[in-house]
């Protein structure tokens, strides 16, 4: 059985925990080091299918407050999907009023995932 | 219009930022309802309305926010507090009788009588002109911070190749953004042999990239006239002096500073309160009170924070002890309080001096390590007894630590002089 371990910096949280990462067999058994449940699922997760939460800014139409609107997928998608949604996000604009959650861009470069407002406008 | 009466509120809060509105909240929960806030920008919020990058809040609402969500849900919560705030409304001055002057375009100069006074003014990044790089002054050379407000509030991209000096947080958030932004980032060069940002940065903002993070390295010299047309970085000794031969030329056409963050702290100064030459904020008691009654200190006005929960928890308790002291006043002692010292790889701690008699049962004392350390201990003394003993896997400067200091550990030790933190190797 093959057993090798990863160590990683957790980076759900600015804390920052040193994690260390158990797989047998390329499955994620154990992981150490970690303060938060958190960080347990990051490690099994970063060592076989990594995930991020994008954000970007988008220009807003017909807004008096703003010219941008702050946005992100509403949840993680896999790393190397990453420049496929800010692509996708070339050209988009929203319209005001926009609301905290407003979905600006329905499932993002095929993850399934929405890109949303993190922002009013 | 200088001879109007001054407008008089219990507790008037400089800042509407991270710091003000958490301090604002506080104090109205504290059961004072007569709060202002005062705010320079046109909207609340303060640097987190620039901040669109995830990974806040995780601490206080047990979910990750971008910074904008992170600001509207204390926004939100004085709005239905009802707690009246001034936009476009900059301080000029704050008396030490607690009288503070403001201008704005809509009311011109205002003067307004404080019972309490929380400054929440945040920081400011260190600008070029406080480092000794080389070279013209051409275009294209940007604080992160500048660079973050062009891109995510004003749309504009600063440059196409960039090199960021320094390994500051918003450096390190700025390296994604523009490489996300379609702009390449050669290098993050840092003249320390450690990074000066968070662990989690340096991951999910370099590595995730393959930018690559130069320690021990700094800039020699800038290119280029009217705009940046290269810079030059080469390799430092221990004395951080640039080592003759390990020059690299970058071309690109942006230089983006990320060298560290300074309290903004002109008014306090101007105030007459005492500044740390450490922190450069006010020093501070239990209660956050700086060396004028009455007036308090919150956020990275006080210290520069990583981590914007502890900026709200810092800031709630800043509030809450203003608000106290407009409803009962404090009657003046003799001292500040035992003491904090910072020795032994501790640079600094908040507060400096602890009054066992006012504190709560538990006090957060932060503070900043000078170096980076591998399993050492962080002792909590009190005269020479130790009280705290804790091990740390990793320390560095670039995170904020704290001990929780109880009251009863004081209380029980009458006549303690001195409250030591310090590292220690076993």
């Known amino acids: 059985m093959a057993k090798e371990t990863r160590e990683l910096i957790c980076i759900n949280c600015p804390m920052g925990c040193p994690l260390t990462v158990t797989l047998e067999d390329g499955v994620a058994t154990s992981v150490t080091g970690n303060t938060c449940p958190r960080g347990d699922s990051y490690g099994r997760k970063e060592v076989t299918n990594p995930t991020r939460i994008v954000t970007s800014s988008v220009p807003v139409d017909g807004s008096a407050i703003e010219r941008m609107v702050s946005v992100k997928t509403a949840s993680d998608v896999p790393k190397e999907k990453i420049f496929d949604v800010v692509k996708a996000l070339i050209g988009v604009h929203a319209t005001a009023p926009v609301e905290i959650g407003d979905v600006i861009l329905a499932d993002v470069a095929g993850t399934g995932v929405d890109v949303i407002a993190t922002k009013r406008a | ?426």
């Open chain 2, 1 to 426: 219009m200088m001879t109007q009466t001054p407008e008089r509120h219990a507790v008037v809060i400089v800042g509407g930022g991270p710091a003000g509105l958490a301090a604002a909240i506080a104090a109205h929960e504290a059961g004072e309802h007569d709060v202002l806030i005062l705010e320079r920008d046109t909207q609340l919020g303060g640097i987190l309305n620039q901040c669109i990058h995830n990974g806040f809040g995780l601490h206080t609402f047990k979910e990750e926010l971008t910074g904008p969500e992170y600001a509207a849900r204390f926004i939100d919560r004085a709005a239905e507090l009802g707690i009246p705030y001034r936009l476009g409304t900059m301080v000029l001055d704050i008396s030490p009788e607690r009288v503070v002057t403001t201008v704005s375009a809509d009311r011109g100069i205002e003067r307004f009588e404080a019972g309490a006074i929380v400054l929440a003014m945040g920081c400011r990044e260190r600008p070029r002109g406080a480092l000794a790089t080389p070279g013209y002054r051409p275009a294209g050379v940007y604080s992160a911070g500048t660079a973050q407000r062009l891109v995510n509030i004003e749309g504009e991209l600063p440059g196409r190749e960039v090199v960021i000096l320094g390994s500051g947080d918003i450096g390190l958030i700025m390296a994604r953004r523009m490489t996300l932004e379609g702009a390449h980032v050669a290098c993050v060069s840092e003249i320390m042999p450690y990074s000066g940002g968070l662990k989690r940065n340096i991951v999910q903002c370099l590595d995730d990239y393959g930018i690559p993070l130069l320690l021990s390295h700094t800039v020699v010299d800038v290119e280029g006239r009217d705009r940046v047309e290269a810079v030059t970085i080469a390799e430092v000794d221990e004395r951080l002096q640039p080592i003759p031969g390990t020059e690299v030329r970058y071309p690109c056409d942006t230089l983006m500073l990320s060298v560290g963050l300074l309290p903004e702290n002109e008014l306090s100064r101007e105030a007459g309160i005492e500044l740390s030459p450490v922190t450069r904020g006010p020093v501070v008691d239990q209660s956050l009170q700086t060396s004028i009654p009455g007036i308090f200190a919150c956020g990275n006005v006080l210290h520069v924070h990583d981590l914007v929960d502890f900026v709200s928890q810092e800031a709630a308790a800043a509030g809450a002890q203003a608000a106290r002291f407009a409803q009962e006043g404090v009657e003046p002692t003799e001292t500040r309080g035992i003491p904090v010292k910072a020795i032994d790889g501790v640079r600094y701690t908040v507060p400096s001096y602890v009054d066992p008699q006012k504190m709560d049962d538990t006090l957060t004392v932060r503070f900043r390590v000078a170096n980076e350390y591998r399993n050492r201990y962080v002792s909590v003394y009190l005269d020479d007894e130790r009280i705290q003993h804790r091990k740390k896997r990793v320390m560095a400067p670039g995170e904020m630590e704290q001990v929780v200091l109880k009251r009863a550990d004081l209380m029980e030790r009458a006549g303690v002089s001195s409250i030591t933190v310090k590292l220690e190797e076993e």
